[in-house]
């Protein structure tokens, strides 16, 4: 088995340092001999030292936005929970299912310590009594990882009860998880994890650092979120906040797939590199001598994007205000050769499938827009087709504004509005040949072709 | 509760400025103040999920309007909500039209037509014809989930209503959503069908077809059907009901939602057993015995051959030569005219409503009582005394356990094995039989310590738990193979040894404490009062009044079966399946020279009987009823009787009559107003004053003076005088043409009061009198019991009720007569092992020693059961406990060995 | 054997112990099953009712929302290839009819011999390594048609144990918590202010 990713790259900062990947060319980056012997737990060990809300404050100064998809500062988060209400609980969304999101997995396979470093950092700052790692069911490898490095810390007197000595003790669990995409919305996993179903809560009133796990202030963050703080805790917010720009600090992971030349998983300096830097640098640009078609952002509830926006940095705001999202850090390439209509249409597949079933619109709708691009597939588009997907998108997503406004509950309804809403658009020509309204241009194929491994590339097997 | 008035909330809907409670859900709020916000998913009685999203509306909280469900958000001071929007209309028929799309929309052949929101919504908001040209979601059609209850998975809209009722409500979570996302459906878990006592509910709140009760599937469409409101009384909860009909046949019962009550829930035997009105051995003509056969007769003749009993037993050995057992199904006006004739007319005290497995009329009325909501006082204490709620009183189960779930009230249980509510009770005290007072006493005394067979520490914990009160003791007989001074005695330490306490009586049977109240036990008359102190007062509107206190249920049938009753009448009482002594129910029966019931079906006794009068059941008459914490409520006549039979109380009079006295009692509403001016109870009460609600007496003296004083004096002469023209009359059709009349007359005179505040106290000024007051000569007195040590070898019996038995209702109604699950004997583990049984074998239970009979029944370990007791529910199929227990000893002693 | 064996049963009972409330344990306990059988059964699902103290009808609620839990037997080896976008634009479609053809069964079915079920499976979060699949839930990334069919002849000769173990294990190596390192679960309306925060930042840690 190969893996073609994390090689650091040229960045606009040649000493930019790998902030959460850097053991990754280390073979056993996942044992805890490496992983202490690369500064692994110092900063667990400092973070004692400083005291709860000194380790806090200084998440908040680094202004380290989390990494899951929503983005939103966890310092601040942290500081969300009612005052005085005992316990609480910190959960770890390592779910990651996003299509295009391929950096979590890597987190927790390569390098569980800081995982596990990181959350009780978190924990120990926010006052977390139980702490759980909430890691996609099919992930069998990263399971086995994280079990190992779990027993391996316990042993070491580095989990559980008075934590290198101290007076803080907090068990880490490592639960499964068993195939939901839902589930990595943050209320769905608390259900989840409640062993219930994986329906999402309404916010308000469930916020879930104010009613969380059982009820119980809970902090929710992702496994990337959490890999920072290690990093964050060694070397201090100003070291931190020296990379990034204005709104976007430190580094970031960026799973590039599709049409390119080198697909793979970069960390890169978070808000300065551009799209550009991304795809034609570090990803060697598009196939062949093929051209660019669109790219998604953010992974496949984020609007598309196009030639017009590679310059774009990689920055909230600025993506934000592009009418899209950086969401969870996966970037989506499909050159001139794809079919806009069938890849729309195996987006809003997955979120069909997906929809947890509650929300009538969601639930009903997006099947039923499945429905009606399959049929369109098959050769069996109507005219009125379009206006009907557009009008059904409205219903999901009223006036299929950015941000997204909702009928439902989560966002996972309107993110199957994302894929038609984009591509309808811009490739209208393409929708109306569906719908009897002309060819489909020779240009397009509506699948992806067998994969040949690249000249000596070593076997995939 | 309805009408609190506390600090108001100001928001704006539509422009409109109203006052919403604080925490008030939007779309209540809204409701309340005229605008409806089209809805499925919610219901006021149990908690929002948000889930059809039919409600969403523009909801401003300063940060700009977003579309928000008006069912999950609660009033915020200064919230705009806008539900006329073209946004918010385009958003819900956005969502109508997702739920129409895999919506099967068979209409025309579903139950549900005609009363279906989602049809309703479709016409008033719909687009008219689909742009849905897929192929629709498909499951098997109709499947059964229980006996009861069918489920159309196509037609459901996963609103999630059944499954949080069977969740949250009844706590019986057997039906759930299976599979994911577009393919979610409702299902049962394979073999484990949704039997639950409550299961009728989820037809009822289901917004669609997709639930259905089997005794109604297909029966009427709801334009076919006419309806009026009254009150259950298959227990004595006394939950409002709607009683709806087509053709002169009843065909549903629905719950309507009382705060005081039931809150729209029924359970599933009083929301279906209305089918036994119907039932082929419905009583429709009088009948005499000739012999060993019966011969159809006419009323004439009947009620001649009655009064001719009596008047014989009067001439023979006086009034005591006449015992009347019976009278909990009748209504508060047939209970008091029965009672006028038996103690103002005939003037015997032998008279007892309760069949020997009660409570003395002491206990029930001489304890300071509880209503309901006190009991479910939220933070509150709640002593389960004996009783199973669950099993004899569904609805109060449901009550209670909202209060402990939601509410946050603490039940602490004194019981003679695990109920109902014990997997949520704080402490359960298990006590062996016999051994509740010793129990009650402890857990009151200083110092707590091991007693009943339960141990020092367990009962100490409870009782940091139970503290000064307020408590409410909720009391009843539960043992019924147990004396009942056994749980009067517990009672009795309670109330001594708890400051702040006060009684719910959890006798069970439908109108026993209207019973009560209207006088029909020995040593009462109407009001409360005891003989004595009532006498003089009822000798101004009676002939006559008892000399001495007569016999309750056991001394009669005692009496009668030592050939001391000349006349036994049963009013509505079945000895032979009820009592708890079978032995001497039967030798009563035997000899007593001359049986009349009075009934609506042939039950086990009334085939014993000399003389049978048909009476109008459940539906058939008007009238009021009283349920446990007092709560007098009203009757409604919806259909007319078979035959010719006629309603209790036109009995009574028209006997009178024959025996030469005028009542002067002609239609119900003459009785209700006699009733509120004789009776210290019922004093003051007016038809307006019972209204939807139902009112909780006495009256309150403390109420304004302006409101509702003046008493119903709407009386309707026609009834009783065509009543009595037909027993006048000699031949049976003329006299079957003056009742019908006489019935029609009745129905006519229905009148409909105005609602009151529903706190279950009113409003009304009690009109001053003379005449003792409520409860005057009632002293409750905490007997003394000594329980006999156990020997080594027997064991003692629990037999105590199960919602479905072999009572005659039950077995009348053709979808609850499979229900009963069985007798079973159940033994602690240690009890079992010792008996050696292996599996499920066969046991005998036998008390020949206590010159008793005994049953063969299947045995089973269980560690609800206290150690050397021997459980077997009540009057089950394949196991007749009666016939093991002698009422005169304090328990019962069994053996129990292998069968052969 | 579709209830627990006696060492399941002592397993999920320690498993339930790490939870505040024990419906937390639901998940863990059904992937306990269904690594016992292979797949998860009715028995087992009541079995796992009895030890977390809720209805079978709950357990099979929580069981039928994940798509790992499956409810009739599955192959030995569960094949899943991914078909999402990133895949798809690589040639994730090809591959899966490459296998169907390969394999003489539609997605969703299995092998006459048991050997194989294949499914047609969303985002496996392998996206930049595309055309990718997992048996067992164990990768196999950038796969080529001749490369998935060596994979198929390898796992049919059992020449792929040590990688592939049988439908329904997940990890290998189990978390274990000894007794005495253990801080102990953190029960609601059980817990006071962590010590670490009285002593470290008497104020509390709410920043
Ligand atoms: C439909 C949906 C799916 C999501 N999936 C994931 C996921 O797989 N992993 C993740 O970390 N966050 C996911 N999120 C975001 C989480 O809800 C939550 O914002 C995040 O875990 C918070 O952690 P962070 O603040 O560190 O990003 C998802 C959100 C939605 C609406
Ligand atoms: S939007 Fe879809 S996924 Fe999200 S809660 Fe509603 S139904 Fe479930
Ligand atoms: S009624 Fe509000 S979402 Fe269903």
């Known amino acids: 088995m190969t893996d073609t990713t994390t090689s650091p790259g040229a960045t606009s900062k ?53 990494r899951g998809g929503a983005g939103f500062p966890a310092g601040v988060k942290w500081g969300f929970c009612p005052p005085e209400v005992w316990p609480r609980y910190l959960v770890i969304n390592g779910d990651e299912s996003e299509p295009g999101t391929y950096k979590d997995r890597l987190l927790m396979e390569r390098d569980p310590h800081q995982l596990i470093e990181g959350a009780l950092i978190c924990a120990y700052a926010v006052g977390c009594a139980q702490t759980f790692l909430y890691v996609r069911g099919e992930m069998a490898h990263a399971q086995e990882r994280i079990a190992q490095a779990l027993n391996e810390a316990y042993e070491a007197g580095l989990v559980g009860k008075n934590i290198l000595g101290s007076e803080f003790s907090c068990d880490v669990i490592l639960h499964w998880g068993a195939g939901a995409y839902i589930v990595g919305e943050e209320t769905a996993l608390i259900e989840s994890l409640e062993g219930n179903r994986g329906m999402p809560r309404l916010k308000p009133p469930y916020f879930p650092a104010a009613k969380g796990l059982y009820m119980q202030p809970t902090i929710v963050n992702n496994v990337e979120t959490m890999a920072n703080l290690p990093w964050i805790i060694r070397n201090g917010a100003e070291a931190y906040t020296a990379f990034g720009a204005e709104n976007s600090r430190g580094t970031r992971m960026f799973a590039v797939s599709g049409h390119v030349k080198k697909p793979g998983v970069y960390e890169v300096e978070f808000g300065t590199t551009t799209f550009r830097d991304l795809i034609y640098g570090h990803c060697g640009g598009i196939r062949g001598t093929n051209t660019l078609k669109a790219f998604i952002p953010g992974g496949a509830s984020a609007p598309w994007f196009y030639e017009e926006h590679l310059d774009i940095p990689l920055e909230k705001v600025a993506v934000d205000q592009a009418g899209s999202m950086l969401g969870s850090g996966a970037v989506i390439v499909m050159d001139d050769t794809t079919d806009a209509v069938k890849a729309a249409w195996r987006v809003v597949r997955f979120f069909a499938r997906e929809s947890c079933g509650k929300c009538t619109p969601c ?99 | 509760m309805a009408e609190q008035t506390e600090t108001t909330v100001k928001i704006t809907v539509d422009g409109n400025e109203i006052d919403a409670r604080p925490d008030e859900l939007v779309i209540d709020a809204a409701e309340r103040h005229g605008t409806y916000i089209p809805r499925f998913c919610h219901h006021p009685r149990m908690n929002p999920v948000g889930m059809c999203r039919m409600c969403i509306v523009e909801i401003d909280t300063g940060r700009g309007p977003a579309l928000q469900p008006s069912c999950m958000i609660p009033v915020s001071d200064g919230m705009t909500v806008v539900t006329d929007s073209d946004v918010t209309k385009k958003a819900q028929d956005g969502v109508l039209e997702f739920l129409l799309a895999n919506h099967p929309l068979d209409c025309p052949v579903c139950d549900k037509g005609g009363e279906c929101p989602l049809q309703d919504q479709a016409y008033a908001y719909g687009p008219g014809e689909s742009r849905f040209i897929e192929e629709k979601r498909h499951f098997e059609k109709p499947i059964p989930i229980s006996d009861l209850v069918h489920l159309d998975r196509e037609r459901c809209i996963l609103c999630d209503r059944c499954t949080r009722f069977a969740d949250e409500v009844a706590g019986d979570a057997l039906i759930q959503f299976i599979d994911r996302g577009n393919q979610t459906q409702v299902n049962t878990f394979p073999g484990e069908p949704f039997a639950s006592y409550f299961s009728g509910n989820t037809v009822q709140i289901c917004p669609v077809g997709a639930l259905t009760a089997e005794p109604y599937r297909f029966k009427a469409r709801p334009w076919d059907l006419d309806q009026v409101e009254s009150t259950c009384t298959s227990c004595s909860v006394g939950c409002r009901v709607v009683v709806q009909a087509s053709r002169n046949e009843v065909l549903r019962t629905q719950g309507v939602d009382i705060d005081g009550v039931n809150w729209g829930w029924l359970c599933d035997k009083g929301r279906f057993d209305f089918q036994s009105i119907h039932a082929e051995d419905r009583l429709a003509e009088p009948l005499v015995r000739e012999g060993d056969a019966y011969q159809r007769t006419s009323w004439a003749d009947a009620l001649r051959r009655t009064s001719d009993a009596v008047k014989a037993a009067l001439d023979s050995s006086g009034p005591t030569g006449i015992g009347v057992v019976g009278g909990a199904r009748l209504s508060n006006e047939a209970a008091y005219t029965w009672a006028k004739l038996a103690k103002g007319v005939i003037g015997t005290d032998n008279v007892d409503c309760q069949l020997g497995d009660g409570l003395p009329a002491s206990a029930v009325l001489g304890l300071p009582r509880a209503t309901i909501d006190e009991a479910c006082t939220p933070g509150g204490t709640i002593v389960l005394l004996g009783v199973d709620p669950k099993e004899e009183l569904p609805v109060l189960y449901l009550r209670l356990r909202h209060a402990i779930v939601e509410d946050g009230a603490t039940l602490i249980e004194v019981v003679p094995h695990a109920t109902g509510l014990s997997k949520l009770a704080a402490h359960t005290l298990t006590y062996g039989p016999g051994g509740a007072a010793d129990v009650a006493a402890s857990l009151v005394s200083d110092t707590p310590g091991a007693a009943g067979g339960v141990d020092g520490d367990r009962i100490a914990a409870a009782a940091n738990a139970l503290g000064d009160g307020p408590v409410t003791v909720i009391v009843g007989r539960g043992n019924l193979a147990d004396s009942s001074d056994v749980v009067t005695a517990a009672a009795g330490a309670l109330l001594d040894g708890i400051d702040d306490v006060r009684f719910l009586s959890a006798l069970r049977r439908g109108n026993v404490h209207g019973a009560l109240d209207a006088g029909l036990s020995p040593g009462l008359l109407p009001g409360r009062v005891s003989l004595d102190e009532g006498r003089a007062h009822f000798h101004e509107t009676w002939s006559t009044v008892p000399a001495t206190a007569g016999l309750d249920t056991t001394g009669i049938l005692q009496a009668a079966a030592d050939g001391k009753l000349d006349v036994l009448v049963l009013l509505g009482a079945d000895p032979l399946t009820d009592f708890p002594d079978t032995d001497l129910a039967t030798r009563a029966l035997a000899g007593a020279r001359t049986v009349i019931a009075v009934d609506v079906l042939l039950t086990a006794s009334v085939k014993q009987s000399d003389i049978v009068l048909p009476a109008a059941g459940y539906a058939e008459t008007d009238g009021t009823t009283t349920n446990l914490e007092g709560r007098v409520s009203r009757l409604a006549r919806k259909v007319t009787p078979p035959g010719t039979a006629r309603a209790d109380w036109i009995i009574a009079a028209e006997l009178a009559f024959r025996l030469g006295d005028d009542l002067g009692l002609e239609s119900t509403e003459a009785v209700f107003d006699e009733l509120t001016t004789v009776s210290a109870v019922h004093r003051g009460l007016t038809i307006e004053a019972v209204g939807v609600d139902g009112i909780v007496v006495p009256v309150h003296l403390d109420t304004p003076a302006d409101e509702g004083a003046t008493p119903d004096a709407d009386v309707d002469p026609d009834a009783a005088d065509a009543a009595v023209a037909a027993d006048a009359a000699e031949s049976d059709d003329e006299a079957q043409a003056a009742e019908a009349e006489a019935t029609e007359a009745q129905a006519d005179s229905e009148d409909s009061g105005d609602p009151v505040p529903s706190d279950g106290r009113s409003d009304v000024t009690e009109i001053a009198t003379n005449g003792p007051a409520v409860g005057a000569g009632v002293t409750f007195i905490a007997p003394n019991i000594d329980i006999p ?112 | 054997m579709p209830r627990f064996s006696a060492e399941n049963t002592i397993l999920a009972k320690e498993i339930i112990g790490r939870y505040p409330l024990p419906k937390s344990a639901l998940i863990p306990l ?117 490369e998935a069919d060596s994979l198929l002849d390898d796992l049919k000769a059992g020449r792929r144990a040590h990688e592939v173990p049988k439908h329904g294990t997940l990890g290998r190596v189990r978390q274990q918590i000894s007794a005495d390192a253990r801080a102990g679960v953190a029960v609601p309306s059980e817990c006071s202010t962590p010590v670490w925060l009285t002593t470290d930042a008497p104020e509390g840690a709410d920043a």
Not at chain 1, 35 to 56: I, N
Request: proline share 7%; net charge negative; hydrophobic share 35%.
């Open chain 1, 363 to 461: 639930r009903e709708g997006t099947s039923w827009l499945e429905k009606i691009m399959r049929r369109m597939l098959d050769g069996h588009g109507r005219p009125e087709d379009i206006a009907l997907l557009v009008d059904l998108c409205d219903n999901i997503s009223p006036s299929i504004a950015w941000p997204p406004k909702q009928t439902t509950i989560c966002p996972l309804g309107p993110s199957a509005v994302s894929p038609i809403a984009s591509a309808v658009v811009r490739f209208k020509d393409e929708f109306q040949a569906y719908c009897g309204g002309g060819d489909i241009p020779t240009s397009v194929t509506i699948n992806g072709g067998a994969y040949v491994p690249p000249e000596g590339a070593p076997a995939g097997v």
């Open chain 3, 30 to 146: 059904l992937h306990l099953a269904q690594e016992q059988d292979g797949w998860v059964a009715d028995d087992a699902m009541e079995h796992i009712a009895e030890l977390v103290g809720v209805t079978p009808a709950e357990v099979m609620g929580t069981c039928t929302f994940y798509e790992m839990f499956k409810r009739e037997p599955v192959g030995e080896y569960l094949v899943n290839v991914c078909t999402n976008i990133s895949c798809m634009l690589l040639g994730g479609e090809e591959l899966l009819h490459h296998l169907e053809e390969r394999l003489g069964i539609r997605p969703g079915s299995t092998t006459s011999d048991g050997l194989f079920t294949l499914e047609d499976v969303e985002c496996i979060a392998a996206c930049t390594e595309a055309p990718c699949l997992t048996v067992n839930y164990r990768y196999f990334h950038k796969i080529s048609h001749d």
């Open chain 1, 14 to 66: 040649p000493d930019l340092p790998m902030m959460i990947t850097g053991r990754f060319g280390y073979e056993d980056a996942h044992t805890i001999e490496r992983f202490q012997a690369t500064e692994g737990y110092d900063g667990l060990r400092k973070a004692l030292q400083m005291g709860p809300e000194a380790v806090g404050n200084e998440v908040k100064a680094a202004s380290l936005l989390g």
């Open chain 2, 789 to 900: 040590q156990p020997d080594g070898y027997r064991l003692r019996l629990v037999t105590t009720r199960a919602l479905y038995d072999m009572g005659t209702a039950t077995q009348a109604s053709p979808s609850l007569a499979e229900l009963p699950h069985g007798a079973t004997l159940r033994l602690h583990p240690n009890d079992f092992d010792r008996l050696g049984v292996t599996g499920g074998g066969n046991v005998k239970v036998s008390n020949t020693e206590g010159g008793r009979g005994s049953i063969t029944v299947p045995v089973e370990s269980s560690t609800a059961v206290p150690r050397g007791a021997a459980l077997v529910a009540y009057a089950q199929p394949g196991g007749a406990t009666a016939s093991l227990i002698d009422v005169s000893r304090a328990v019962t002693d069994v053996r129990v060995e292998l069968a052969p």
